[in-house]
């Protein structure tokens, strides 16, 4: 199995399969075999209305015999009726091949797509589930039919060569001109193909961005620029397709030419050679119906052939995105954290390799103690937020909890004692209580327990008023990045989905950025409340009011720490290096430095 989806899908190299796909595959080399054992026994009964014309023609019309042709037809019609049975079974076979693939990659393309593939990947790789679906729907479609009764081609050419060597001949150069044009056709349009599957995958992400971010697309007058500038890259995509169609058009017009030019040229050899009484007249049918036959298969791959070639493609991307990211590995279950965190000299690229986004960040945080993260835009605080919650593996330096490595930790496990609350909510498609509860539901059946969970979050967030007064309370439904809420209320459900199974250790980006009053006193309760109880927090803020009850204070610039330290003398220092510098009208000058507001 390993060496067809190597073959058929056209890998390069001896590199061997990743191992997921060869489980995959292993796991349908049954249903292969079941399914080639079906085309065997439907090819051979594809050569039961030859037979059945060989022997009208040559016993029933000379003999007048009407009981053999009543026997005859009875036997063709059951041959014809298994025929139709055994090609029914053999299409199920493929199908619920197709199914166990899903079943063994599913879950393995989305759990490496949520990895961490992020904006490093291109479109195509991000698309991985739509490329896995186009490589199923052909290895369990008529492509892989017409794939299986390619190697039968031979048998009905020697059958020809059986009934006389000339329509064997006229068989055999029938084959190979067809087979040249496929390959002339496959070198035609791959290239086409692999630019326009390109194309389409970049064109489709786009879409699905602004489609995404409809409102603010409307709301800044950009609707009409992004529909040209999507209209553009659609026809790039277009033109490909049409190019690719009118190229295999030409190669398919020529294809069924030649196959029905054959058919009528074995028919006319056929009745040349009964004319001289070097066969019979059944055999004139039979070589057209056998020259015909043993093409089909080729006709079919050829018309196929978009399919297969997005296929292949298919496959490639699945061998990228298990090469690219790492498979959950099985780590020792360590005990619960207390909250002891250790970042030790932290460098992140940026995605392109061009510059860093963190340069050698490092220090220590303690159970019950808030720092504080501070700096000008493009300083490296988100980046460093989503480094401290494992969202992003450092390229150089070690994240520690507890004295263990991140990657030491079971990831689910970890995240159950983290809690995490992003600039942008990060909200799903789905109700508040299932938000909240980090979708725990799904896979949970405590719903008691739960309920229970969500609610107290809400209470710790201040939230649970706000929550009761939506129109479904905890069941309200949300869509995706919080559509139907408002910014405020989206930000404080991510607070208490923050907040649930009361995690050690807490990363709040921008907790405030969209609070108003009763939102900021909330937040301000919230976070008063996790270090009296011995939760370590770190708090990324451009606001001061948040951070005054921070002990520490880290400041980034350009991505490396510019001040760190307990916050008065943080504060202070920021005063002393801007002393001697103009003051603003409007803002003290720890603030200018730091890039906080008041």
Known sequence: MRGLGANAMGRRGRKPLPPPLATALAACRRHLLIAAGFSALVNILYLAPTLYMLQVYDRVLPTGGLTTLVFLTLAVLFALGTLAMLDSLRQRVLIRMGLRLDRQLAAEVLTRLTGGIGGVAGPRLRQAMREFDAFRAVVAGPAALALLDAPWTPVYLALCFVLHPVLGVIALVGAIALLILAVLNERAVRGKLEALNEASAQAYAAQEAIASHGGLVRALGMRQPLIVRQLLERRVAVGLQAEAQFSGGVYGGLIRFLRLSLQSLALGAGAWLAVRQEISAGAVIAASVLLSRSLA???????????????????????????????????????????????????????????????????????????????????????????????????????????????????????????????????????????????????????????????????????????????????????????????????????????????????????????????????????????????????????????GAADKLLVLRDGAVDLYGPRREVLQALEARVASLPRAANAPSSQRASGMQP
């Open 297 to 547: 298969p080729i006709e079919q791959i050829v018309g196929a052939w978009k399919n297969v070639i997005q296929a292949r493609d298919g496959f490639r991307t699945l061998e990228d995105l298990f090469d690219r990211t790492p498979a959950p590995a099985v780590r020792t279950r360590l005990p619960d954290p207390s909250g002891r965190v250790r970042v030790e000299q932290a460098f992140v690229r940026a995605p392109a390799g061009e510059g860093l986004l963190l340069r050698g960040v490092s220090f220590d945080l303690e159970p019950g103690e808030i720092i504080g993260v501070v700096g000008p835009s493009g300083a490296g605080k988100t980046t460093l937020a989503r480094v401290l919650v494992g969202a992003l593996a450092p390229d150089q330096g070690r994240v520690r909890i507890d004295g263990a490595d991140l990657q030491d930790w079971q990831q689910e496990r970890l995240a159950a004692h983290i809690g995490y609350l992003p600039q942008n909510c990060g909200l799903f498609a789905g109700t508040v209580k299932e938000n909240i509860a980090r979708f725990a539901s799904v896979i949970d059946d405590r719903p008691d327990e739960i309920d229970a969970r969500v609610v107290a979050a809400a209470n710790a967030a201040g939230a649970h008023e706000m929550i009761l007064r939506l129109p479904e309370a905890y069941d309200t439904p949300v869509g995706v990045g919080g559509a139907g809420l408002s910014a405020g209320q989206a930000q404080r459900l991510a607070l208490a989905r923050a907040l649930y199974g009361e995690p050690r250790v807490f990363v709040l980006d921008e907790p405030n950025s969209n609070l108003d009053a009763e939102g900021e006193t909330a937040l301000e309760r919230a976070v008063a409340a996790l270090k009296a109880r011995g939760a370590a927090l770190v708090v990324i803020a451009h606001r001061l009011n948040i951070l």
